[in-house]
Structures are given as C-alpha cells and as structure tokens.
C-alpha cells in the first residue's frame, strides 16, 4: 500500500545518443562513467537512519530515489542528486529532474503512486533546464531544516522554481585562499573538470538553439553562484560565445 515519501525523478540528458554510441565504443568515458556514477550511487548511500527507507534505481535514461519524508531523508535524496550530478558532469553529462512529496510504493524494483507521476511532470514541465526544481511541499520541508546547514543548499530561480544548488561546495572552495596544496587538491580539480565541461558543451552547442539554451543557463548559473567577483577566487568564469547584438552594444558604447 501506498506511504508518504519524498521522490525524485531525474532524467540523464544525452542518453540516447551514449546508447547508440556504446553499440560500436563500449570504452567511451561517457558510457563508464555513466555506469560508475549509477552504481556507486546505489550501492554507496544506505539509509543514514533505518527509518528513512532510502531507495534507488534507474532504468534508462531515469534514476529514482526515495525516502520516507523525514528530514534525514530528504537530506540523503538532495546530496545523493548533488553526488550525481557532480559526476557525472565531470564527463560532459548532465542532469534535470525534480522532487515531489506524496503518496508512493517502492519496493525494488517496483514504483508507482501520484507523487511519481507528480515528480516526473515538474521534470518535464518545469525544470526546463539542467536543474533539479523542487514541489512547494518539499521546499517548506527543506526550510524548516536549512537554518545553518552549509550543504546541501537549496536556491530560487530567477524563473521561480526553487532548485537544488548542486555547485554549492564548488563557491565554498572560492571562498578560501589559494595555496599550491589548495590548488592541487582533489576538490579543486574536481571543480576545474567541471568547469571545463560546461565551458566545452557550451562552446559546441551554439549550432543547436535548444541546446545552447541549456548550456547558457548552465553557465549563467555556474558564474553568477561559483565565481566570487569580489576576489577573483581559484575558480575563473565560464565564458559564453558572443553574440551579435551583444557586439552592437559593445559598439555603442
């Protein structure tokens, strides 16, 4: 029978074309890494409290997770999708999706409910870009437990939605001094990949408009969360194509 849970549905951009791709290069980067992300994900994250009755799968081009609506359960589903995230961005793929809060079975591998289908209609009506949006209900619940806690960090849309700040460790690392040991640790070059990826997926998706649409939002994001224009930081901008009328503004000036 059916129980209160939090869920999110996340759906892996660019599937598709991995797929087709593995049929003739089973070693691509992309494809491992695919691999690796989704099964350290499933295996690595037990519950951290027997109650929350955390829950992973994937199938396709989907991944789901659950939990019982506690507030270490919906911490467990928001760093797991930033884990995720992180991860698999560091080989050029991203991620959208959302979470919901309701009624849902599941019990591997079987799920179904309304908070399912509420969770994956605000994937595909809302979130839009490559973001993870947060329902009302699960953002309430995330503000009653956000007070002081560094990560993980929910923030608003300047479209509305609230969204899963996935780069929020990424801003606390341009915040501290840089030293040599900094700067080669496995946080910072972590980030760097990261940066570099979206800089690269931008960079190439200016001949497809839907995509470039993404990719811009994703940078936008990326500069105006990560980058301290106060003092430079270890983490530089993401630079975005220039576009004609950007070019006639810069005339006019």
């Not at 105006?224 to 006019?252: C, F, H, N, W, Y």
């Amino acid at each position: 029978m059916y129980s209160d849970r939090y869920i999110a549905f996340v759906d892996i951009l660019g599937f598709s074309s991995i797929v087709r791709q593995s049929e003739h290069d089973q070693t691509s980067k992309r494809f491992d890494a695919l691999v690796g992300a989704l099964t350290e994900i499933g295996s690595h994250h037990p519950s951290l409290n027997a109650s929350d009755d955390f829950q992973f799968q994937s199938f396709s081009d989907s991944v789901v997770m659950s939990s019982a609506p506690t507030p270490t359960g919906l911490v467990q589903i928001l760093s797991s999708i930033s884990d995720l995230a992180i991860r698999l961005l560091k080989t050029s793929l991203l991620i959208r999706g959302a979470i919901a809060k309701g009624k849902l079975y599941h019990k591997q591998p079987v799920i179904f409910g309304p908070a399912l289908l509420d969770a994956y209609s605000s994937e595909v009506n809302i979130a839009k870009f490559p973001r993870v949006v947060l329902s009302r209900e699960v953002y309430e619940d995330f503000q009653k437990i956000a007070g002081g806690m560094k990560y993980p960090q929910v923030i608003l849309a300047e479209d509305g939605p609230p969204y899963l700040h996935v780069f929020a460790k990424f801003r606390m690392l341009n915040e501290v001094a840089p030293t040599a040991e900094f700067l080669n640790s496995d946080e910072v070059l972590e980030a760097q990949f990261c940066r570099t990826a979206i800089q690269n997926l931008l960079d190439e998706s200016i001949y497809q408009p839907r995509h470039y649409e993404k990719l811009l939002w994703l940078s936008i994001y990326w500069n105006s969360t990560v980058v301290s224009q106060a003092t430079g930081g270890t983490l530089k901008q993401i630079s975005a194509p220039v576009s004609r009328r950007a070019l006639d503004e810069m005339m006019i000036r």
